[in-house]
């Protein structure tokens, strides 16, 4: 008998604190594969970021260190600089990366860092009690926004993927989803060729991943997923903004 | 013959194992584990047929799936 499915050696044996249903455990498995068929885990350095996912250091098999909130690209591109032959990845939050994290990602993409960012949008402040983020779709009610999102009085969602793919130092830019096995495996996929242009030294890299949170939105699980499929995707579309291609 | 392996105390009950299962024989089990939760279980194992799609939407790692090897 072989094991075809199960924990990947990246990833500690410790259970994770998130919700039940959350999906942050799925894209960490999925990075924790990547890096155990990459054979990267003794060369990775991870950056965890402010939010659900902060105790992210706990759980990855691989070096990691802690940033201020937002902050993950600023250390990530320090680490960097001082071991270019390192395997460098932030895993930051769309409150982390899309809120108060802007100026960060922004510039480590404009100034083409060699890093990669693994960008966990679920359109809502997780950790705190589901307050809007930048991200919470248009209606989509929070604790901040019990009408729901109105365009009058918050604005528009961002589209960070978008934005970032217009940036020349942006080196591969994609976005995926985790809400069926099937999307699952693409996701994977794309973190994959992520961490494969970062090692060939193309640029910055950066993997958003559309994600749920079941207790936040008020419903369960198997709900959050289809929530996600039916409102989420036709704001945020799937797909590869930027590729390496276009990088002259 | 395919044989999947839930490791039960991990289980948070989420069920998002039991939507994806195309032979539809993952399934809450009636007893109550460490976490306090209903794990998923399955009961027809001789159905499997060692697709992985549980353990590849599991968020918390519960499930191991195994295969015969390829001769």
Redesign the interface.
């Known amino acids: 008998?072989?094991?075809?499915?199960?924990?990947p050696e990246s990833?500690q044996s410790k259970?994770?604190h998130?919700?039940?249903?959350?999906?942050?455990?799925?894209i960490h498995?999925l990075v924790a594969e990547v890096m155990d068929e990459l054979g990267i885990r003794e060369e990775s350095i991870g950056v965890a970021p402010v939010g659900c996912s902060v105790l992210a250091y706990e759980y990855f098999n691989c070096d990691m260190h802690e940033a201020a909130h937002g902050r993950a690209p600023a250390v990530a591109t320090g680490i960097k600089r001082v071991h270019p032959d390192k395997v460098v990845f932030t895993y930051q939050g769309d409150g982390d990366l899309a809120s108060i994290g802007t100026a960060e990602i922004v510039h480590a993409a404009g100034r083409s860092e060699k890093i990669t960012t693994i960008f966990v949008n679920n359109a809502i402040y997780g950790m705190t009690g589901g307050q809007m983020a930048p991200t919470t779709l248009i209606g989509q009610k929070a604790t901040t926004s019990p009408y729901g999102r109105s365009v009058e009085a918050q604005g528009y969602p961002l589209k960070v993927s978008e934005m970032l793919a217009t940036l020349t130092g942006a080196a591969y830019i994609a976005r995926v989803s985790?809400h069926?096995?099937q999307h699952?495996?693409k996701a994977k996929a794309a973190i994959k060729k992520a961490f494969e242009y970062q090692i060939a030294g193309k640029g910055f890299t950066l993997v958003e991943v559309l994600s749920t949170c079941?207790t936040n939105w008020g419903l369960?699980?198997?709900e959050a997923?289809k929530w996600l499929e039916e409102n989420m995707l036709p704001y945020y579309p799937l797909g590869e903004y930027k590729t390496p291609e276009e990088v002259k | 013959m395919p044989?999947v392996v839930f490791d039960e105390d991990?289980c948070?009950?989420?069920?998002?194992c039991t939507?994806?299962c195309p032979k539809n024989i993952v399934v809450m089990s009636k007893k109550i584990n460490a976490k306090g939760?209903h794990p998923a279980t399955v009961d027809e194992m001789d159905k499997c047929i060692?697709c992985?799609?549980c353990?590849?939407?599991?968020?918390?790692?519960v499930?191991?799936?195994?295969?015969?090897?390829k001769k």
């Open positions: 008998m072989i094991k075809v499915a199960g924990r990833l259970q994770f998130y919700c039940p249903g959350c999906t942050h455990g799925i498995r985790v069926d096995p699952i495996r079941p369960t699980p198997i997923l | 044989k991990r948070k009950g989420c069920e998002l939507t994806v939760y060692g992985a799609f353990a590849n939407i599991c968020p918390d790692t499930i191991e799936v195994f295969k015969e090897e």
